[in-house]
């Protein structure tokens, strides 16, 4: 059967927000935001023109999409946007989810509909499908060098052998590495570290759904290599990680705002930041445990509390929270033992399990705390203020966030194979493997650090979606010509080899232990030097300078010090490469000189 799983996909510039009046598009100052947000969280590690394809491409491609699920019965929704108080993780709505009456709940089950769905369109346009077939090996033509034209897989059931045969192109779309151990501890090795216990290596389970112990064993991945393609540029691989500090949150895929305390009773980060983002803070802690605090009146921040899976005006039937609802959510939680609720601040921090320092830095950081919020501004991190609330009105609440039971979810990786911008699986040296494509999480450098949920169904809408959607009409267009061979660039092997062996370095800094002079003594004279003209003496035997000796007239312990030190340096650089010494800069004109 068709298989996926989760269910936003993000898009910018649909019909779907347009019907809403959203004003998201890439050439809007929201678009330009959420895409340069994105890059920077990267450090830049990604690879920008496949961005710009999914930038310019993801309406009409999420357009399309629309259209083909509302054919088979499937309607879509809008989940809200990200609103961050400074700004700096606001993204507008962008996260488009498929439901049904019967499932209303798209946001985590609608993919596997929509694959679904896609699986029944193209069989009744007459394309076939073998499921419980797994590829095992690609065939490249000459010898491992030419064409990729065909692909060996296995029937799971009758364990009988096939071989397909590539007209015009393999397109790889085999989902993440997660459950091979040594790729994990080679390509993501600090998400390998945190998760090794919680996945699952000894089986695959190509059926699974929604799954936090691993997906796939980079089938897919390892075929790309044993044919000759490179990795990706991008290391290590970023994982796909989330669920933060636990409480209620503001936005439905939050970190939670109010305090957040450690196991010594102390702040430990700027609380207000999505829950990818409060994950990895909480991972950086000794003992990835933390603790969230509020009180009553916390309830009444908003009016409304969004509920995961729910829609712009409600489409989707599945409604926010009032006040009064999240409060009896938060006994509920007490009933079933997942809360902490107390009269005090002192009786809370006992039923926590505080004890001596700890248990004093917990309740002097609570207190901290509403001052801040009284007083508007937090003195710590820099909270903003409008999101800072006074800890002040009984009952007070808890909970208690606990790496690999209630947090810090292991998704799976992303990225792996070197692919180009046109989806071609390509060598190490960047030249594409004629016939051989790549999509989905597999993509290499569309990720780096970790993928962090700020474009909310990024994934889904991006390399699944819109970049599959691209590639497909250019496979479809016979006039469209793929890149083909060896990369034309004017730069040559000398510009690149310079850059490897230092030399470009040494020679930015004045010097360079490759530069080579004439054999012999020359004799030159610097003037403006505090005493005068300071005349040097240069010996170059075997192209490099051996000796340097001066005349000079600089005072004894400023000038005259400063000289025996530029001789060294000039030496060991070969050249002008000297720093000038404190209060001796006119002597280190003349001597440059």
Same mark, same amino acid.
């Given at each position: 059967?068709?298989?996926?799983?989760?269910?936003?996909?993000?898009?910018?510039?649909?019909?779907?927000?347009?019907?809403?009046?959203?004003?998201?598009?890439?050439?809007?100052?929201?678009?330009?935001?959420?895409?340069?947000?994105?890059?920077?969280?990267?450090?830049?590690?990604?690879?920008?023109?496949?961005?710009?394809?999914?930038?310019?491409?993801?309406?009409?491609?999420?357009?399309?999409?629309?259209?083909?699920?509302?054919?088979?019965?499937?309607?879509?929704?809008?989940?809200?946007?990200?609103?961050?108080?400074?700004?700096?993780?606001?993204?507008?709505?962008?996260?488009?989810?498929?439901?049904?009456?019967?499932?209303?709940?798209?946001?985590?089950?609608?993919?596997?509909?929509?694959?679904?769905?896609?699986?029944?369109?193209?069989?009744?346009?007459?394309?076939?499908?073998?499921?419980?077939?797994?590829?095992?090996?690609?065939?490249?033509?000459?010898?491992?060098?030419?064409?990729?034209?065909?692909?060996?897989?296995?029937?799971?059931?009758?364990?009988?052998?096939?071989?397909?045969?590539?007209?015009?192109?393999?397109?790889?779309?085999?989902?993440?590495?997660?459950?091979?151990?040594?790729?994990?501890?080679?390509?993501?090795?600090?998400?390998?570290?945190?998760?090794?216990?919680?996945?699952?290596?000894?089986?695959?389970?190509?059926?699974?759904?929604?799954?936090?112990?691993?997906?796939?064993?980079?089938?897919?991945?390892?075929?790309?290599?044993?044919?000759?393609?490179?990795?990706?540029?991008?290391?290590?691989?970023?994982?796909?990680?989330?669920?933060?500090?636990?409480?209620?949150?503001?936005?439905?895929?939050?970190?939670?705002?109010?305090?957040?305390?450690?196991?010594?009773?102390?702040?430990?980060?700027?609380?207000?930041?999505?829950?990818?983002?409060?994950?990895?803070?909480?991972?950086?802690?000794?003992?990835?445990?933390?603790?969230?605090?509020?009180?009553?009146?916390?309830?009444?921040?908003?009016?409304?509390?969004?509920?995961?899976?729910?829609?712009?005006?409600?489409?989707?039937?599945?409604?926010?929270?009032?006040?009064?609802?999240?409060?009896?959510?938060?006994?509920?939680?007490?009933?079933?033992?997942?809360?902490?609720?107390?009269?005090?601040?002192?009786?809370?921090?006992?039923?926590?399990?505080?004890?001596?320092?700890?248990?004093?830095?917990?309740?002097?950081?609570?207190?901290?705390?509403?001052?801040?919020?009284?007083?508007?501004?937090?003195?710590?991190?820099?909270?903003?203020?409008?999101?800072?609330?006074?800890?002040?009105?009984?009952?007070?609440?808890?909970?208690?966030?606990?790496?690999?039971?209630?947090?810090?979810?292991?998704?799976?990786?992303?990225?792996?194979?070197?692919?180009?911008?046109?989806?071609?699986?390509?060598?190490?040296?960047?030249?594409?493997?004629? $016939?051989?494509?790549?999509?989905?999480?597999? =993509?290499?450098?569309? #990720?780096? +650090? /970790?993928?962090?949920?700020? *474009?909310? &169904?990024?994934?889904?809408?991006?390399?699944?979606?819109?970049?599959?959607?691209?590639?497909?009409?250019?496979?479809?267009?016979?006039?469209?010509?793929?890149?083909?061979?060896?990369?034309?660039?004017?730069?040559?092997?000398?510009?690149?080899?310079?850059?490897?062996?230092?030399?470009?370095?040494?020679?930015?800094? $004045?010097?360079?232990?490759?530069?080579?002079? =004439?054999?012999?003594? #020359?004799? +030159? /004279?610097?003037?403006?030097? *505090?005493? &005068?003209?300071?005349?040097?003496?240069?010996?170059?035997?075997?192209?490099?300078?051996?000796?340097?000796?001066?005349?000079?007239?600089?005072?004894?312990?400023?000038?005259?010090?400063?000289?025996?030190?530029?001789?060294?340096?000039?030496?060991?650089?070969?050249?002008?490469?000297?720093?000038?010494?404190?209060?001796?800069?006119?002597?280190?004109?003349?001597?440059?000189?």
């Amino acid at each position: 059967r068709a298989i996926s799983r989760g269910g936003s996909n993000h898009a910018i510039g649909t019909k779907k927000q347009k019907d809403l009046g959203i004003d998201y598009t890439p050439d809007t100052e929201a678009g330009r935001h959420a895409a340069k947000v994105e890059k920077h969280s990267a450090s830049c590690y990604i690879d920008e023109r496949k961005w710009s394809t999914w930038i310019n491409n993801s309406g009409p491609a999420m357009d399309w999409m629309i259209d083909k699920m509302a054919s088979k019965g499937l309607k879509c929704c809008l989940e809200p946007g990200y609103v961050d108080p400074d700004g700096i993780l606001t993204v507008p709505a962008g996260s488009h989810s498929f439901y049904t009456d019967e499932m209303p709940f798209g946001m985590l089950f609608g993919a596997p509909m929509c694959a679904q769905a896609y699986a029944d369109i193209f069989t009744e346009n007459g394309g076939e499908i073998d499921f419980k077939t797994r590829a095992l090996y690609l065939i490249r033509d000459d010898n491992n060098t030419g064409r990729v034209s065909a692909v060996v897989a296995q029937n799971l059931e009758t364990q009988e052998y096939i071989k397909y045969c590539a007209n015009k192109a393999v397109v790889l779309a085999t989902g993440d590495f997660s459950k091979d151990p040594d790729m994990m501890a080679k390509y993501s090795p600090w998400a390998w570290k945190l998760y090794k216990n919680a996945i699952d290596t000894t089986k695959v389970n190509y059926d699974v759904e929604l799954a936090y112990n691993g997906l796939y064993a980079g089938d897919g991945h390892k075929m790309g290599l044993w044919v000759g393609a490179g990795w990706q540029k991008t290391y290590p691989n970023a994982p796909m990680i989330n669920c933060g500090a636990q409480g209620p949150t503001v936005n439905s895929i939050d970190n939670f705002w109010g305090i957040n305390l450690t196991s010594d009773g102390r702040r430990y980060h700027n609380e207000v930041t999505n829950f990818s983002y409060g994950a990895i803070a909480i991972l950086q802690l000794p003992d990835h445990i933390a603790y969230s605090v509020w009180d009553t009146d916390y309830a009444y921040i908003q009016d409304k509390w969004e509920t995961f899976g729910c829609s712009i005006n409600d489409e989707n039937g599945i409604l926010p929270q009032t006040p009064e609802q999240l409060i009896a959510g938060w006994e509920a939680n007490v009933e079933a033992g997942s809360y902490w609720k107390a009269d005090t601040i002192e009786e809370l921090v006992d039923k926590m399990g505080f004890t001596g320092q700890a248990r004093e830095n917990a309740i002097e950081s609570i207190n901290n705390y509403t001052r801040y919020a009284e007083q508007g501004y937090d003195e710590e991190y820099h909270v903003a203020p409008s999101a800072l609330h006074p800890i002040k009105k009984a009952p007070f609440y808890a909970t208690r966030t606990v790496f690999g039971t209630n947090a810090m979810t292991f998704l799976c990786v992303t990225g792996g194979l070197r692919t180009n911008e046109y989806m071609q699986v390509c060598q190490d040296d960047d030249t594409p493997i004629d $016939g051989l494509f790549n999509t989905g999480i597999m =993509t290499g450098d569309y #990720y780096a +650090g /970790t993928y962090n949920f700020v *474009m909310p &169904g990024q994934n889904l809408g991006g390399v699944c979606n819109c970049l599959s959607y691209v590639l497909g009409k250019r496979l479809a267009d016979p006039n469209f010509a793929f890149p083909s061979g060896p990369i034309t660039r004017v730069s040559t092997v000398e510009d690149e080899s310079i850059q490897n062996d230092g030399s470009a370095f040494a020679a930015m800094a $004045g010097g360079s232990d490759e530069a080579s002079y =004439t054999d012999g003594v #020359y004799t +030159g /004279t610097g003037s403006g030097g *505090m005493g &005068g003209d300071i005349t040097v003496e240069v010996t170059i035997e075997g192209g490099v300078i051996t000796n340097i000796t001066y005349e000079d007239n600089e005072t004894p312990n400023i000038g005259g010090d400063a000289l025996p030190q530029y001789v060294e340096q000039a030496i060991a650089s070969n050249g002008t490469a000297i720093d000038s010494v404190s209060g001796a800069t006119m002597t280190y004109n003349a001597f440059g000189a």
